[in-house]
């Protein structure tokens, strides 16, 4: 069974980071390729950034270059979002997401391929 838990949401000010994580099951892990997303009051839900079970490639949206970063701790099972410069359009609900179907050399962007979801962790930016 596959399962995602998220975690590390909570409530930030403009400027500061935070990590949010994502414990995966051992199959999730080793063998898909995972994801994080979010969706704000009243949005669709967006791609973030995805990396492969192999570590490479890794893909991020054009609102997370340059301050958020994608990493995997294979010892744990887990994967990390670090978030930098955070600001206000940045607050969602974050979601980790596992791929069952891409290749290891594809990232896929569209919520749909995406077969498994973890609950959520709320991140809020704010003054």
């Known amino acids: 069974q596959v399962q995602l838990v998220e975690s590390g949401g909570g409530l930030v000010q403009p400027g500061d980071s935070l990590r949010v994580s994502c414990a995966a099951s051992r199959r999730a892990f080793s063998t898909y390729n995972l994801a994080w997303f979010r969706q704000a009051p009243g949005r669709e839900r967006e791609f973030v950034a995805g990396?492969?079970?192999?570590?490479?490639?890794?893909e991020y949206a054009e609102s997370a270059k340059g301050r958020f970063a994608i990493s995997r701790d294979n010892a744990e099972n887990t994967v990390y979002l670090q978030m930098n410069r955070l600001e206000p359009e940045d607050t969602a609900v974050y979601y980790c997401?596992?791929?069952?179907?891409?290749?290891?050399?594809?990232?896929?962007?569209?919520?749909?391929?995406?077969?498994?979801w973890g609950q959520g962790t709320q991140v809020t930016v704010s003054s």
């Open positions: 997401a596992a791929d069952r179907l891409a290749p290891p050399t594809v990232i896929r962007t569209n919520p749909n391929a995406y077969e498994y």
């Open positions: 990396i492969t079970w192999r570590n490479s490639p890794i």
